[in-house]
Structures are given as C-alpha cells and as structure tokens.
T-cell receptor
Framework: EPEVTQTPSHQVTQMGQEVILRCVPISNHLYFYWYRQILGQKVEFLVSFYNNEISEKSEIFDDQFSVERPDGSNFTLKIRSTKLEDSAMYFC???????????FGPGTRLTVT | AQTVTQSQPEMSVQEAETVTLSCTYDTSESDYYLFWYKQPPSRQMILVIRQEAYKQQNATENRFSVNFQKAAKSFSLKISDSQLGDAAMYFCAFTDSNYQLIWGAGTKLIIKP
C-alpha cells in the first residue's frame, strides 16, 4: 500500500541554523500539507500546497518557513533560522481531494538546541 | 472560532471491553469531514475512521464505530473488544472551510490486560 515517507526521522540542529525537512507524498495525490506537534500539545496546521503554490497557511507559518515541490515527487519544508520553540514533530500529509482524508507520514522530530 | 474539544485527557479500559471516546466540535459549516486518528508511541498518525457530515449513517470500521450527532456537534468513537494494540493517543479532527484539519487535544487510551 502506498504511503507518505519523511526524512530524516530525527533532526538535531543548533538555534539559528537552517533545516530542510523532506517528504515524499503518495504519487497520485495533489494536495500536500505540513503540520507540527509540539510535545504534549495539539497538532497544528502549518501550510497546504496545491498546484505548485501555497493554498493556505497559518499564523505559525511566518517568513522563516517555506515550502517547495522541487521535482514533482518531493515536498520540502524549510526553516531558515531555527528557534528553540521550533522543536516539535513535523508531519507531512497528502490527499487526493480537498476536505477529504489526509494520509500522514511518520513525522520528523526536530530538536533545536 | 472553529474548535475541537476532547474532554477526556485519559481513558482506560479492560482488554476485550468496550470504550467510548468523546469529541465535540464547533463549526458554522454545513458540510465537512470528521476524523479519528490514532497516534501510537511511534508517533505516526494513523487514520482510524472518517465520517462525512452530510451522511446520517454512522461510519464503522471493524471494531471501530462512531456516534455522529450533527445537531449536537458530537462525534464519539466506540472501540469494541479492545486490544492491547489499541493503546495510543486518539485525536478527533475535522476539516474547516479552508480544508485544514482542526485537531482536538487528544485522549490517551490505556488498555489493561
């Protein structure tokens, strides 16, 4: 069964460094999402992406964040200058239709020291 | 504001028994999708069951079923014949008008052998 994959599973970085989190969505999916979950807290929406552009973004998704689909298969989340409070689990998801089921990847645990 | 409330931070159930996890939500939309996701210790987000708001019939998936009360904005999850592998965090979520998933805080389900 096709699944969403994410790399790396765990990323440790120093404050101020740039990180790129990678995701490979399910191949026939058209809608892509990033969510984050700070330990012990709710899952929060970051951004949705469709037709090579951002559809929606939350207040969390400020100028430090960007997303790209560089080659038609990968979907990346870049954080330009990480802060301690960016430490969280980051989930990528993809789906075939708006408002319908989103399939999640296993997540990338980002630790900012 | 669109919100999801899971009033039970933790629930426990004896193996093979039945447990119900509660969820209420608030939205002004008339058409939306509701979901229950399971997050085991591995922290992967796994879809348990989905419900389309325009459908009156409650969704079922094997041992998992929902009690969807649209007027009351209630969407509870019933797990029958609980198994040790059901132990996880369970999140209730729905898609808002921007097709983002809005999440509850989660209920930790403990299965007693």
């Amino acid at each position: 069964e096709p699944e969403v994959t994410q790399t790396p599973s765990h990323q440790v970085t120093q404050m101020g460094q740039e990180v790129i989190l990678r995701c490979v969505p399910i191949s026939n999916h058209l809608y892509f999402y990033w969510y984050r979950q700070i330990l012990g807290q709710k899952v929060e929406f970051l951004v949705s992406f469709y037709n090579n552009e951002i559809s929606e973004k939350s207040e969390i998704f400020d100028d430090q964040f960007s997303v790209e689909r560089p080659d038609g298969s990968n979907f990346t989340l870049k954080i330009r200058s990480t802060k301690l409070e960016d430490s969280a689990m980051y989930f990528c998801a993809s789906g075939t239709r708006l408002a319908d089921e989103q399939y999640f990847g296993p997540g990338t645990r980002l630790t900012v020291t | 504001a669109q919100t999801v409330t899971q009033s039970q931070p933790e629930m426990s159930v004896q193996e093979a028994e039945t447990v119900t996890l509660s969820c209420t939500y608030d939205t002004s939309e008339s058409d939306y999708y509701l979901f229950w996701y399971k997050q085991p210790p591995s922290r992967q987000m796994i879809l348990v069951i989905r419900q389309e708001a325009y459908k009156q019939q409650n969704a079922t998936e094997n041992r998992f079923s929902v009690n969807f009360q649209k007027a009351a904005k209630s969407f509870s999850l019933k797990i029958s014949d609980s198994q040790l592998g059901d132990a996880a965090m369970y999140f209730c979520a729905f898609t808002d008008s921007n097709y983002q998933l809005i999440w509850g805080a989660g209920t930790k389900l403990i299965i007693k052998p």
